[in-house]
């Protein structure tokens, strides 16, 4: 029984000599621009005034925040400690996304070091998405929706609105869209559609969100027209008639000589040279 209570009396006393650290949040998030703590409370110690470290750990490269009582780094003017050893960073940004180390080191205890390691995740609102939307599409054809926005983290996932309300995932789910046949890719922000019908013009907008918030492009009205069979017929018709008449017309001309040159068509009679060494000799008849 008393070997019993000489361990428990040694464990207890071996506690009260190590420095342990405790985190009410070893994965904490914040939206960017926010205030957010990173907790690192002592939950025992004996030394009366151990040496706080906090280090910046991304792509595997630590780098100091606090350090010899001082803020330092990119946290420099934008973070404090609150004791003990508490590190605040009062207007997160995205580059803070990072682990965070929390070192103590304490000469006076048996056990003199222990450290905590956070994960802070700083979300990022979307920005405006850019969205593109066909202006005019023929009743039939294929039409491709696009939209995207490459700012806010964590990754955003994308809703497509036609005349303010949402589309679905999966046409088969809503009345309104059950014939449509169209595939929604809310990762990649696409809207597609296999062959449109008339009921699929309207103001088409895209709404990109994540946990940070959400933003929308402006509304594009898409507009759906029948296909003139008949007029695009009687177009080509028009247009081969008017190639045939040109083509009469110039065989024509040319039957009838229009086309053939001037030295064709003149007098070919040559006046006579005089014979060399001949003197011409008017007689009285010709005086």
């Excluded at 682990?99 to 990022?124: G, H, M, W």
């Excluded at 850019?130 to 039409?143: E, N």
């Excluded at 999966?170 to 922000?189: A, V």
């Amino acid at each position: 029984m008393n070997f019993t209570v000489d361990l428990f009396d040694l464990a207890c006393y071996i506690s009260t000599l190590a420095v342990i650290l405790k985190t009410t949040n070893p994965k904490p998030w914040v939206n960017e621009f926010e205030s957010i703590e990173l907790s690192c409370m002592i939950e025992s110690i004996s030394t009366t005034n151990p040496r706080i470290e906090w280090k910046k750990i991304k792509m595997g490269e630590p780098s100091y925040v606090y350090f010899d009582k001082e803020i330092a780094g990119d946290l420099e003017k934008r973070a404090k400690i609150r004791e003990p050893a508490t590190l605040v960073i009062l207007n997160a940004t995205r580059a803070d996304t990072a682990d965070y180390r929390c070192e103590v080191t304490a000469p006076n205890d048996q056990k003199s070091f222990d450290e905590i390691l956070i994960s802070l995740t700083v979300r990022v609102k979307p920005v405006v998405p850019r969205c593109s939307v066909p202006k005019s599409v023929p009743v039939g054809k294929p039409a491709e929706l696009h939209c995207l926005e490459d700012e806010g983290y964590p990754k955003s996932h994308y809703q497509w609105f036609r005349n303010k309300e949402e589309i679905p995932e999966d046409p088969k789910g809503s009345p309104k869209f059950f014939n449509s046949t169209y595939t929604l890719n809310g990762e990649m922000g696409t809207l597609k559609f296999s062959a449109v019908r008339k009921e699929d013009a309207g103001e088409y907008y895209c709404r990109a969100r994540n946990e940070a918030g959400f933003s929308e492009c402006g509304p594009q009205m898409m507009e759906v027209y029948d296909i003139n069979i008949a007029g695009i017929i009687l177009g080509v018709v028009v247009v081969v008639t008017v190639l045939l008449c040109i083509t009469v017309g110039i065989f024509c001309a040319y039957k009838r000589g229009y086309f053939t040159s001037q030295k064709q068509m003149g007098n070919n009679y040559k006046t006579p040279a005089k014979g060399d060494g001949v003197d011409y000799v008017r007689t009285e008849d010709e005086v």
